[in-house]
């Protein structure tokens, strides 16, 4: 019977411990979300921002920590990478009504992370107790004559 105990401990163990690397996980995807959901709104305020002006000057990283400053001779006409390195033209208006779909799209599969999460702590939780509860019979057996 004890060793059945020790097998059991140590499978809720195991659980436990992927439990804590399912969360990592998901706790990494939905930083990595979070970034691009930023990059993308700071992207939208952007072109809104340009959307208009006459050749206004920007700053173009270019890598390295280094920039240029770099006159925009058409603030109306975008190109936008949607994916499989597939780069299309679109107006100001299209390119922003586009990024904000995406950054909705981020928030509900943010939402769907973060519900992910919370399941898997929930399960977490819910392995440490049945943990907690047998090693207290572990030790409630080891001691009969010290309950009381």
Known sequence: MENVDAREFQMLEQYLEQFTQQVEAYSRQLEMLEN?????????ETLKTL???????????IGGGASLRVHVPDTDTVLLNIGADVVVE?????????????????EALAKKIAESIEQVQKQARDVAKRMESAYSQAQARMAPGMQG
Do not use: C, F
Request: overall charge negative.
């Open 36 to 44: 691009r959901r930023v990059e993308t709104a700071t992207a939208v």
């Open 51 to 61: 959307a208009g002006q006459e050749g206004p000057t920007v700053l173009l990283q």
């Open 90 to 106: 679109r107006t100001n208006a299209e390119t922003v009504d586009y990024l904000e779909e995406r950054i909705t799209e981020m």
